[in-house]
Each structure stands twice: as structure tokens, then as C-alpha cells.
């Protein structure tokens, strides 16, 4: 675009002409980082350290769970050893005591519970025992009965042997299958009676356990 100037050494008073340069104006443009980007960036940051948080929070969780749970096991192990030390200082003192009105008497109980055996103390006599009744009771008041058969004889200093069903095996020729027991009791404390047909106590064997 040209500019109108005047001229001071012109004495006509005529207009000079002196044409402007055109000048080209260029924008200067800068690559600023987008508003979009810096939210991301700054929201991925924060999800980061929300799940870091997260993370440390759960792990401290963890751990103070497994020092509790881990020292509850220690305490109560060292209860139960504790427990353990005391039985075994405790002295235990079983005893057997029998009683009979008769020949006819209760010579055994297996520790295991596999048998009775009744034996006939007379020299001369055999015993009858058809209709007679064992009756065993635990400490807990559970009772087991073994009633004999039919023409069950007993010789003179002969014993017979009654033997739950799991050891029938171990059966001899004179000995009685008690086939609806699994077992006789085998507690620190049990009575075993010996009843004869009329329903008389005839003989007992009682196991006592006491400690000191």
C-alpha cells in the first residue's frame, strides 16, 4: 500500500509519492501441549495413585491378619502344651475291684473292649447260665447288656469268653459272640454286673481310674 508524503524542498507545493513497502505479516504459531492430553495425563496420575494406595492398603491388610491369626496359633499351642504337661505330671492309679455271691464271677473285661469272660470258680459244679445277663455301664450312664442263650453250661473251673461281633475271629470253641455289640466300654470308669435269670446281682467287676 503506498503513503502520500510531502516534500519540504518542493517550492511548488507539488506532492511527492513515495511508495511504502508492502510488508507481509506472518503468524507465529506454537505448539502448545491440547487441554485434552494434560486432563488425561493428569487423570491417568491419579488413577495410579489411587490403585498404588489401594494396593498398600490391601497388602497392610493382609499382613496385620496374618501376625493375628499367626500369634493366636502360637498362644493356642502353647495352651495346649501346657495342658499336655500337666496330664503327663498327673499320676494316674487304676484299680480292679470284683465281688461274687457265688461261684459264677466276672475274671475280666478287655482294655481293648474285644471281650467279658466269666469264669466258674467251683471245683465240682456246673452253672447254668441260660437267661443270665452282662450289663456294663460307663461313667456317662451308657449301658450295654449281653444276655446268654439257650443250654449255655458252664463246667467246674472252666471260664467262657464273650466277644463282640468285629473279633468274632478270634473265636474258640467255647467262647459267645455278643452280636450286637461293636465293643465292651473301655473308659477309666465302668461297672460290669453279672445278673442271673430271676434278675439277681450275682457278681460285679468295677474299673476305678483316679488321679493325683
Not at 494406595?53 to 491369626?69: C, P
Not at 473301655?186 to 435269670?197: D, Q, R, S
Request: glycine content about 4%; aromatic content about 10%.
Amino acid at each position: 500500500m503506498a503513503a502520500v508524503t510531502a516534500s519540504a524542498n518542493n517550492a511548488t507545493g507539488t506532492f511527492m509519492f513515495h511508495p511504502r513497502p508492502t510488508v507481509f505479516e506472518h503468524p507465529i504459531t506454537y505448539d502448545l501441549p491440547s487441554t485434552t492430553n494434560s486432563t488425561s495425563i493428569v487423570t491417568k496420575t491419579s488413577n495410579t495413585d489411587d490403585f498404588s494406595q489401594y494396593y498398600i492398603s490391601e497388602l497392610y491388610f493382609r499382613i496385620y491378619f496374618f501376625v493375628v491369626f499367626f500369634n493366636l496359633f502360637l498362644i493356642y499351642n502353647r495352651i495346649r502344651i501346657r495342658m499336655l504337661f500337666r496330664l503327663i505330671a498327673l499320676e494316674s492309679r487304676t484299680t480292679i475291684q470284683k465281688s461274687a455271691k457265688g461261684p459264677i464271677s466276672i475274671a475280666e473285661c478287655d482294655s481293648q473292649g474285644k471281650s467279658v469272660t466269666v469264669e466258674n470258680t467251683s471245683r465240682s459244679k456246673s452253672m447254668v447260665l441260660t437267661g443270665w445277663t452282662i450289663r456294663q455301664q460307663s461313667e456317662s450312664g451308657e449301658t450295654l447288656t449281653y444276655t446268654f442263650p439257650d443250654n449255655c453250661l458252664l463246667r467246674p473251673n472252666h471260664s467262657i469268653k464273650i466277644l463282640t461281633k468285629p473279633n468274632e475271629s478270634e473265636r474258640k470253641s467255647t467262647d459267645l459272640i455278643a452280636s450286637s455289640l461293636s465293643s465292651w466300654h473301655t473308659g477309666l470308669n465302668f461297672i460290669t454286673t453279672l445278673i442271673n435269670a430271676e434278675g439277681k446281682d450275682r457278681a460285679s467287676l468295677t474299673k476305678k481310674t483316679i488321679f493325683s
